[in-house]
C-alpha cells in the first residue's frame, strides 16, 4: 500500500442528519442493531452502546407500520440523550407505504432495489416483453418519485441497498445473476433521483463472495462516471459470519476497495454484537487513513515469484490479521497469485500458515475448510444468532473428521426468510430461521425440509449432505 499516494474517490456529500456522508469527510463507521424494533427500551440501551463503541450511524429494521411508530419513539428517546449526534436508519423491504412514513421519523430510510415495488423473488426465469419491461420502469418511476418527495420535504436521506442474493426477478431476466445487473438495479433509481435532482442517497452494493462484491462495486464506479454521477459509497461484505473468519472476509472485501481510495462509510457485518463490529471496522479505515501511526512501521507486500509476501512487526494479533487481509486480499486478484506467505516476529510459524489459508479462502483463492455465510442478526432475527452459528460450526467440525468433503462447501445459516435462500446467494446448503423453533433447510435456492425443530436441524442438515456427498 503506498500510503503516501492514498487518496478517495472524488464524490457528492449526502446529509444524514447531523452526519455528513462524501465529499472531504472522513470515512464514517456505522451499524445494525440486533434488537427488536418494538423493544424501544433494549433499542435503546444497544444504540448507546453502539454510540459509546464509535458508531456513527445506526440502522434498525423497519418491517412494518408498528415499526415505524417504534423507531420514532427511539429516536426521540436518543434525541434526548445525545443531541442528534447518532442519525438512525430504518432498513424496509418489501413494503414502499414503510418506506414513506419511515421517511418522516429518521434521518435516512434503506430500501432494496431488489424489492421496493417487485415482488418478493420466486426464483424462476420470467421473460418480460420490452414493452413489459418499459412499463415496469414507468411504475418504479412514479413510484420511488413519490417516496423522494416525501424524503426531501422531511430532509431524510435515502440508502439504495442492493445485496447479490435479492436481485429481482425482472432484473434477473435480462442480467443474470452477475455484477451488470446488481449494478443496473441501482442506476434505474439513480437515473430517477437524478432527474428529480435529490441528492441525499448513499449507495451500497454487496455480497457475501469477496471477489463479487469488489469487481461489482468498480463497475458500478465506472458507470457512474459515464453517467456522470458521484454518489458516496457504503461498503460492506454481506453475511460475513463471525469471529476471526467474518473479520478476515470483510477486510479483504472493504480493504480491497479502500486502497482504490472507494468507499466513504463501511460497516463490518458480523454475526455478533453490533458494538462489537465498531473497532473492526475502524482498525480497516486507519490502515489506509492514518498512515503515521506507529503500528504500521515495518510493513512491506510484494509479489516474488506468484507469491504474496507480507511481513509486518505489528504485535497485535487482531491487527495483524485485519491489516494483512485488508493488504493482501487485492493483490492476490492482481497477480492471479495462489500463494500467500505472512512474517512476524511475534507470531508462530503454525498461526502465520492459518492465517494465510484463511486469508486465501476469504479471497476465493482457495476452501480448506467448511465456509460459513452468516447474517449479522436484526430484530426479524428467529433464533440466538450466536448460539446457533456456534452450534452449526462445532456440528460441522465434528463431522469433517468422518466426512472431508464437507470442507469443501459453503454453509449458510441465515436469521430469517428474508435473509434467508436469497441473500445465501452461493451457498451450497442453507439453515434459515423459518418461525420461533422452526428451521428450514435448503439445497442452494430449494427448501429440502420445511419448518423442521430447531433442535433436529443441524443434524438433519449434515446427514442430508453427507447421503448426497457421500
Known amino acids: 500500500m503506498d500510503f503516501a499516494n492514498y487518496t478517495r474517490r472524488k464524490t457528492s456529500t449526502t446529509r444524514v442528519g447531523s452526519v455528513l456522508i462524501g465529499g472531504s469527510q472522513p470515512i464514517r463507521i456505522q451499524t445494525m442493531a440486533n434488537t427488536s424494533t418494538n423493544d424501544i427500551e433494549g433499542s435503546v440501551a444497544q444504540a448507546l452502546r453502539c454510540y459509546a463503541a464509535g458508531a456513527e450511524l445506526l440502522r434498525f429494521t423497519t418491517q412494518g407500520l408498528r415499526e415505524v411508530e417504534s423507531l420514532g419513539q427511539i429516536h426521540r428517546l436518543l434525541q434526548s440523550q445525545l443531541d442528534d449526534r447518532l442519525p438512525l436508519v430504518a432498513d424496509v423491504h418489501f413494503q414502499a407505504g414503510v418506506a414513506d412514513e419511515a421517511a418522516k421519523v429518521v434521518e435516512k430510510v434503506r430500501i432494496n432495489p431488489g424489492n421496493y415495488i417487485d415482488p418478493a423473488r420466486k426464483f424462476k426465469h420470467i421473460d418480460y416483453t420490452d414493452a ?14 413519490a417516496f423522494l418527495a416525501i424524503c426531501r420535504e422531511h430532509h431524510t436521506a435515502v440508502r439504495l441497498g442492493v445485496n447479490h442474493g435479492s436481485l429481482s426477478d425482472r432484473i434477473m431476466s435480462r442480467y443474470g445473476d452477475t455484477p451488470a445487473g446488481m449494478v443496473e438495479s441501482v442506476m434505474e433509481f439513480l437515473r430517477v433521483a437524478r432527474d428529480e435532482q435529490f441528492t441525499d442517497i448513499v449507495i451500497s452494493i454487496k455480497a457475501s463472495n469477496t471477489r463479487v462484491m469488489v469487481d461489482t462495486v468498480r463497475l458500478l464506479v465506472k458507470q457512474m462516471d459515464k453517467e456522470q454521477m458521484a454518489f458516496p459509497l457504503h461498503l460492506g461484505v454481506t453475511e460475513a459470519g463471525e469471529g476471526e473468519d467474518g473479520r478476515v472476509k470483510s477486510a479483504v472485501g472493504i480493504g480491497a476497495l479502500l486502497a482504490e481510495g472507494i468507499g466513504d462509510t463501511i460497516r463490518v457485518s458480523l454475526s455478533e454484537a453490533p458494538e462489537a463490529e465498531i473497532p473492526v471496522a475502524k482498525a480497516i479505515r486507519d490502515y489506509f487513513t492514518d498512515p503515521q501511526s506507529a503500528r504500521y512501521t515495518c510493513v512491506t507486500c510484494e509479489v516474488k515469484s506468484g507469491v504474496v509476501c507480507y511481513t509486518s512487526e505489528v504485535d497485535d494479533w487482531s491487527l495483524f490479521a485485519l491489516h494483512a487481509a485488508a493488504e493482501c486480499g487485492r493483490l492476490l486478484w492482481q497477480a492471479d497469485a495462489k500463494q500467500l506467505q505472512l512474517q512476524n516476529p511475534h507470531f508462530t510459524a503454525e498461526q502465520l500458515e492459518r492465517l494465510s489459508k484463511d486469508i486465501l479462502q476469504a479471497a476465493g483463492v482457495m476452501r480448506y475448510k467448511t465456509e460459513f455465510v452468516s447474517c449479522p442478526g436484526c430484530g426479524r432475527t428467529l433464533f440466538g444468532l ?32 428474508v435473509n434467508g435462500p436469497g441473500e445465501m446467494a452461493d451457498a451450497d446448503y442453507g439453515y434459515v430461521g423459518a418461525a420461533r423453533g422452526k428451521v428450514s433447510l435448503y439445497k442452494g435456492k430449494t427448501c429440502i425440509r420445511m419448518n423442521i425443530p430447531q433442535e433436529e436441524a443441524v443434524r438433519t442438515l449434515i446427514e442430508y449432505i453427507v447421503s448426497e456427498q457421500g
Open 386 to 417: 450466536e448460539d446457533t452459528i456456534a452450534a452449526v460450526k462445532a456440528a460441522f467440525r465434528e463431522a469433517e473428521k468422518d466426512y472431508p468433503r464437507l470442507r469443501t462447501l459453503k454453509i449458510g445459516v441465515m436469521g430469517c426468510i
Open 132 to 145: 413489459e419491461y418499459a412499463a415496469e420502469l414507468q411504475r418504479l418511476r412514479e413510484r420511488f418519485t
